[in-house]
Structure formats: C-alpha cells, structure tokens
C-alpha cells in the first residue's frame, strides 16, 4: 500500500478503454489500481457489464469500473471518433505519445504518456 506522498508506478499515463468484454476491461482496471487515469468509453446505451446484476446490483460493473472515469461516446459517428482522439492527444496538458494495445480483433485501449 502507497502513503499519500508515494507516487504510483503507472501516474502520468492515460489510458482509453474502449473494449467491452474479456481481458481488456480488466488490464484497464489493473492499470487504474496501478496510478494510470483510465476513461471507459461507453457507448451511448452503457457498456454490457451494467445489465449484469445480481440482486439488482450491477456486481460486475463495480468490479471491472473502479477507479475508471466514463464517458458516453457512440463511436460510429465522426464527431465521437474526433473526441475521442482530442482526448487521447493531450495528457496533463502536454501533447501526449499513445500506444494502441490491441487484441486479435480489434484495438481495446489507447495508452498515452
């Protein structure tokens, strides 16, 4: 466990999550715990995990979202693909250098430092 003063291995680094199922979400929640500033982008629906409930509480959600901040973005639009990418190009500021961390079928996440 980190104090207050300690930095965190993965601070500085901003991810975009924009997978919906399997490992990605996950890697993305690791990274968030780790000190990375992780945006989930959801579509304008809400991702899949919120409809999992168990006793009416989306259990799944909670797990895979902590420490994540979200925005609501339908990505089959111009205008939502240009957002996204002013997001990811400007970190803290500064103009960022990102990684597209991809899995077999489509890119998942965009890591920026």
């Known amino acids: 466990m980190t104090t207050a003063s300690e930095k965190l291995p993965l601070e500085g680094i901003r991810v975009l999550d924009i997978a919906t199922m399997g490992a990605a979400p996950l890697a993305a929640t690791f990274m968030a715990d780790f000190g990375a500033e992780v945006i989930k982008v959801e579509p304008p629906e809400g991702d899949t995990l919120r409809s999992w409930r168990v006793k009416g ?32 190009s400007v970190s803290a500021g500064k103009s960022a250098g990102c990684v597209r961390a991809c899995t077999s079928f489509r890119c998942a996440m965009l890591i920026c430092v």
């Open 57 to 88: 509480i989306e259990t799944a959600w909670k797990v895979y979202s902590r420490n994540k901040k979200s925005v609501a973005l339908d990505l089959r639009s111009e205008a939502a693909v240009s957002s996204s990418s002013r997001v990811s």
